[in-house]
């Protein structure tokens, strides 16, 4: 992860409303799924380090990966590249999420994937806020750990 990158989870509503008591690792799981949840066509798919991993565009900007253990989803990963996202992509991956019937999970939080929601969770967010202002970002660090900046 870099530090302009916003990341988060898709998860399936269905373990939202189901199941909550589900511990925030379990929360994450799609179970048995095919392939079919992959339809992804406003991504690049890419090769990535793991085989355990379907990977949508490039890892250091906006992507999403698709986390396999012996044909089992566990997990669908999203970063969002905050020096590059356009509403449009973000339009096309909370439309993708909600095709899925997927809620966004963000910071031990489940928000809804809906546009407004996220972008307020998005400005709330340290990628957002080193993006506006590095030198700020890293002064604020600096500030709460007692320690003078790095650079």
């Known amino acids: ?12 509503k269905k ?9 925030s690792d ?5 179970g048995k799924q095919t392939a079919a ?14 085989p355990k991993i379907s990977q949508y565009g490039k890892s250091d900007e906006t992507c999403i990966e698709f986390l396999y253990e012996k044909e089992i989803l566990i997990e669908i990963y999203c970063r969002l ?14 439309g993708y999420a909600q095709e899925i ?3 966004i999970f963000y910071e ?4 809804t994937p809906k546009i407004d929601e996220i972008v307020e969770v998005i400005k709330k967010s340290n990628a957002n806020k080193f993006c506006q202002s590095p030198i700020c970002f890293f002064e604020e660090i600096s500030q709460k750990s007692n320690k ?4």
């Open 15 to 23: 373990n939202v409303t189901a199941n909550a008591c589900l511990e």
């Open 148 to 151: 003078p900046p790095i650079f």
């Open 101 to 103: 019937d997927g809620m």
């Open 108 to 111: 031990n939080k489940i928000y």
């Open 1 to 12: 992860m870099a530090v302009w990158q916003f990341d988060c989870y898709i998860i399936p």
């Open 26 to 30: 379990e929360i994450l799981v799609w």
């Open 81 to 94: 590249d905050l020096r590059s996202l356009s509403k449009k992509i973000l339009e096309k991956i909370l």
């Open 37 to 50: 949840i992959e339809k992804i066509d406003f991504l690049e798919k890419q090769k990535s380090w793991s």
